[in-house]
């Protein structure tokens, strides 16, 4: 008993061992990929180079630039850039038209996205549903300056397709397209969607095939038509990757796409009523003034707005569905 007291007398005595210093874990997975590290690094220096470093611009918003004196040389003058921004009698009108824009091309380009998409995934023929996305995508990598001149080509008041093809043989007036605003919310609509369609189409098409297709026999057994499946299973399903695609797009909603609105319309200043947006009226600004501090409050205002839609959306979606939330 006496050697019992003792050894439990002198294991309370000893000190407690100390915990064992844990390797660095981060370290060693970065090591572990180095190979995949390597080969993002182009990228990553690509998103540093074109994203952030022009955030150094912020602060001529600020100022009243002087070329001679350089950035910090020049005077500070607070918030003036972001009230001339505001001092036209146009310019809610313009953010009207930004707005509206952005989000009839969201709607009705998430609509139309889902639907190629599913239509896409009912191609049994690889190599004919390797040549519809081909043909679906290839439209988002055509310049906007070769799009603006497609549209003159069907558009031309003159020779245009529209004209001599279509309303020529009806025995219709020619429509001086360039000069008719009205026109110009559906063309520009329809360019945009025929533009950008096809790429969401196939993101959204990589979510689709990526689904377990033991949901699909189970639904064809119990009897299920194909509309029930697209609607009870396949858009259910991808309706995180819908989030997450306008989450996104919402971010962008104060930017407008300044290709389309200035190619496609041939600059034209007779389509300002209906086709003027932030961009297009911001350039437009600094071909007459020249005030670089101006493209900066702009930029920074649409930067700012876009961030807080993007977390008020955001937001909202955690309080609906939070595993849906995009963070």
Do not use: C
Request: hydrophobic letters at 50%; a neutral charge; zero cysteines.
């Amino acid at each position: 008993m006496a050697a019992v007291d003792f050894a439990q007398q002198t294991q309370e005595e000893l000190p407690e061992p100390r915990a064992k210093a844990r390797p660095r874990r981060g370290l060693k997975q970065a090591w572990q990929y180095r190979a995949l590290i390597v080969l993002a690094l182009p990228a990553i220096l690509m998103l540093f180079i074109n994203n952030y470093l022009p955030m150094f611009g912020i602060f001529l918003a600020f100022k009243d630039l002087n070329y001679t004196e350089g950035i910090w040389g020049s005077a500070w003058v607070g918030l003036k850039n972001f009230e001339f921004l505001f001092a036209s009698n146009d310019v809610w009108r313009i953010i009207k038209h930004t707005l509206l824009y952005n989000l009839a091309f969201l709607v009705l380009g998430t609509v139309l996205a889902v639907l190629l998409a599913i239509v896409l995934n009912e191609v049994r023929s690889r190599i004919l549903s390797r040549f519809f996305q081909s043909a679906a995508i290839l439209p988002n990598f055509v310049s906007m300056v070769i799009v603006g001149y497609l549209v003159f080509g069907f558009l031309n008041p003159d020779l245009g397709f529209v004209n001599k093809s279509i309303l020529e043989p009806m025995g219709k007036d020619p429509v001086a397209w360039y000069a008719s605003p009205e026109y110009w919310p559906y063309i520009l609509l329809l360019v945009n969607t025929w533009k950008t369609v096809g790429y969401s189409a196939i993101v959204y098409l990589a979510a689709i095939v990526g689904l377990d297709q033991e949901y699909y026999e189970a639904a064809r057994i119990d009897g299920a038509s194909r509309w029930q499946q697209m609607t009870k299973i396949t858009v259910p399903l991808i309706t995180p990757v819908i989030i997450i695609l306008t989450l996104l797009a919402i971010g962008r909603i104060f930017n407008a796409d300044f290709g389309l609105f200035y190619q496609a319309t041939m600059a034209s200043s007779m389509l300002k009523e209906t086709t003027e947006v932030i961009d297009t009226y911001v350039y437009n600004a600094l071909l007459v003034t020249g005030d670089t501090g101006l493209a900066s409050s702009a930029g920074l205002m649409q930067s700012i707005v876009g961030f807080v839609l993007v977390l008020t959306v955001n937001y909202v979606v955690r309080k609906i569905s939070k595993e849906n939330a995009l963070f």
